[in-house]
């Protein structure tokens, strides 16, 4: 989220907290929306919504996060059917990869790289090979997932080490779409857009909920 997206959050954050009893105060808007700015819009929302649905307290920034994420056994397997999915394609092998998720590019790096995943898709290859990557792959994400990506993790996956097209390709193209795509990438704004410059108090808040009940 950028700066530009507080009042949108604001709102739905107020109609959360109406809901559910929570008192909401100006400081309490401005660090939920600092704790989540590195999430998308849309996902926040979305969870905020979730949340009123199923929740009978206003959820924390850290379980509103949790929303968005989801589980993250879950998280790992659709890590791997995204993995699988380019193993059965055959890409990466002369052109780098970029999932788009820098968890799942950790996970891969410390299995010694892609060249050992794109080994997978040959026809002689035992199941049990792929059996055994998997549980490997799975481990190791859930691990990074708590841990973050190492800052040495690679944008692209390649299984040679001087591709012979260097533009990385983004899954999707000319791939089958996973049945559940990745999350968007975050916008992560600068320092500076940090908070919003203008000072929004409870009566702005109030003012923008009623607007957009309004609508």
């Known amino acids: 989220m950028t700066r530009e997206d507080f009042e949108v959050f604001a ?59 989801g589980d993250p056994d879950e998280r790992a397997e659709i890590a791997w059917s995204r993995v699988h999915q380019a193993i059965h394609n055959g890409v990466g092998g002369y052109q780098p990869i970029d999932f788009g998720d820098p968890i799942l590019h ?20 035992e199941p049990v090979t792929i059996a055994t990557a998997k549980k490997e792959f799975i481990a190791l994400y ?20 001087a591709p012979v097209f260097p533009e990385p390709q983004k899954l999707g193209d000319g791939l089958t779409e996973p049945i559940v795509p990745a999350l968007p990438p975050a916008t992560i704004a600068p320092a500076a857009l940090a908070l919003p410059q203008e000072r929004i108090g409870p009566e702005r808040v109030r003012e923008l909920l009623l607007a957009r009940t309004a609508d």
């Open 142 to 161: 859930l691990i990074y997932l708590k841990r973050g990506a190492p800052a040495s993790t690679p944008h692209a996956l390649c299984a040679k080490a």
């Open 11 to 69: 709102v739905e954050l107020g109609k959360t907290a109406e809901l559910l009893n929570e008192p909401l105060s100006e400081v309490k808007v401005l660090l939920h929306f600092e704790a989540l700015m590195d999430l998308p819009l849309d996902a926040v929302l979305a969870a905020l919504r979730k949340a009123r649905a199923t929740s009978t307290y206003c959820p924390r920034p850290a379980e509103v996060r949790a929303l968005v994420r």
């Open 106 to 125: 950790a996970a891969v790096t410390a299995m010694t790289g892609w060249g050992r995943f794109y080994s997978l898709g040959f026809y002689d290859t």
